[in-house]
Nanobody, 124 residues
Framework: QGQLVESGGGLVQAGGSLRLSCAASGDIFRYSMGWIRQAPGKERDFVAAISWSGRSTDYADSVKGRFTISIDSAKNTVYLQMNSLKPEDTAVYYC??????????????????WGQGTQVTVSS
């Protein structure tokens, strides 16, 4: 069994920054990881993905140039640095992990492990 624990969410003004963390433990080793978000009343959206080596990354068009995903393999932790935040970034952000990079990149529902979610609220 494995576990993903997210942290770093909160309330920030538009234009501000936050850094989300997702710590993996247990059986999660050399997994690709990603971030998915869900705004109230909306479906889940892909945000960013990273391979376990860190060599491959992908971003949703809506966050390109503002968000950066990174991985610390020694700590088995993935980060999402969010800059220039906008009110439309308000959502619950979920971390997911899977052995397949394609799963974390192209699916918003699949994935072997999911975190509990962390709320990000951006005020205008």
């Amino acid at each position: 069994q494995g576990q993903l624990v997210e942290s770093g969410g909160g309330l920030v003004q538009a234009g501000g920054s936050l850094r989300l963390s997702c710590a993996a433990s247990g059986d999660i080793f050399r997994y690709s990881m990603g971030w998915i978000r869900q705004a109230p009343g909306k479906e889940r959206d892909f945000v960013a993905a990273i391979s376990w080596s860190g060599r491959s990354t992908d971003y949703a068009d809506s966050v390109k140039g503002r968000f950066t995903i990174s991985i610390d393999s020694a700590k088995n932790t993935v980060y999402l640095q969010m800059n220039s935040l906008k009110p439309e970034d308000t959502a619950v952000y979920y971390c997911n992990a899977d052995p397949s990079y394609a799963v974390v990149r192209y699916s918003t529902t699949a994935g072997e492990y999911w975190g509990q979610g962390t709320q990000v609220t951006v005020s205008s």
